[in-house]
């Protein structure tokens, strides 16, 4: 297995790679040698995500495609398929957040958040994995959150979603264990991605920023993480380094899930 070139010939599909974790995995596979296509919404990351892409395979892609809306999904597959013939390595890395308490939530934004969270890598998954199964090869790779293993006041859609993602992996992963395709799940912690860096940045400077700080260094035992950190389990997970491992939910978290108390 040569250390450098690790997804050498290998196709992969990051649903959201525009900017943030999904960048970070797109940019790392592209280095170890795969041919890489991201989706995404803003139509300027992408074009700048897809020149940085090609710098290692013109044959990189960004696609545009808003994973809430079932036929864009269904679409981008395709366009993928048509260009390509498959893929041999599926990430589904869109994660879309609203805050409430439980009751309160309105049937607008649980069915956002399970089309986009939930449901758009299933679909993904039921149009590349028949090409998967005629390859004898093939790797799904779900990019979960510490929030589908535990979780805060607030977040029971968000959770719901997440957890729905990893016990479908399980299924999946058992469903075609015999075939050559693993399915695994990476569940992050508190990442410092472009998302929390604009949180961060929406408190002007002071105590209540400050406090703020203070609070997610509290959070795990460890500092807070790095996109690529996430993107490095992802090369583990989608590589050969990782042939006998499936079924699986890996905690990116800094030890944040084993922690009694804040």
Not at 92 to 103: E, I, L, M, P
Not at 186 to 214: K, T, V
């Amino acid at each position: 297995m040569d250390y450098q070139r690790m997804l050498e010939g290998k196709r992969a599909f990051i649903t959201t790679g525009a900017r943030g974790i999904g960048k970070a995995i797109a940019v790392l596979f592209a280095r170890q040698g795969a041919v890489v296509a991201v989706g995404g919404r803003d139509d300027a990351a992408l074009e700048e995500t897809q020149a940085e892409l090609q710098r290692f395979d013109p044959r990189c892609l960004a696609l545009h495609c808003d994973l809430s809306v079932a036929e864009e999904t269904e679409n981008v597959c395709k366009q993928l398929l048509e260009k390509w013939g498959g893929v041999d390595i599926l990430v589904n890395t869109v994660g879309v957040n609203r805050h409430c308490t439980a009751h309160l939530f309105d049937d607008e934004t649980m069915a956002t958040l399970l089309e986009t969270n939930y449901l758009s890598g299933l679909r993904c998954m039921r149009q590349f994995v028949p090409g998967m199964l005629e390859r004898g090869y093939g790797n799904i790779i779900n990019i979960s959150s510490i929030h589908s293993e535990m979780s805060m006041p607030g977040f029971m859609v968000y959770a719901g979603t997440k957890g729905a993602m990893n016990a479908a992996a399980r299924v999946m992963a058992l469903d075609y264990a015999r075939t050559g395709i693993r399915v695994n799940t990476i569940a992050p912690g508190l990442i410092m991605s472009d998302n929390m860096q604009r949180e961060i940045d929406e408190y002007a400077p002071g105590h209540d920023r400050d406090e703020f700080l203070a609070m997610l260094d509290r959070m795990q035992p460890l500092e807070p993480g790095t996109m690529e950190d996430v993107a490095n389990a992802a090369l583990f997970l989608a590589s050969d380094m990782s042939s006998y491992i499936t079924g699986q939910t890996i905690m990116v978290d800094g030890g944040a899930s084993i922690k009694a108390h804040p």
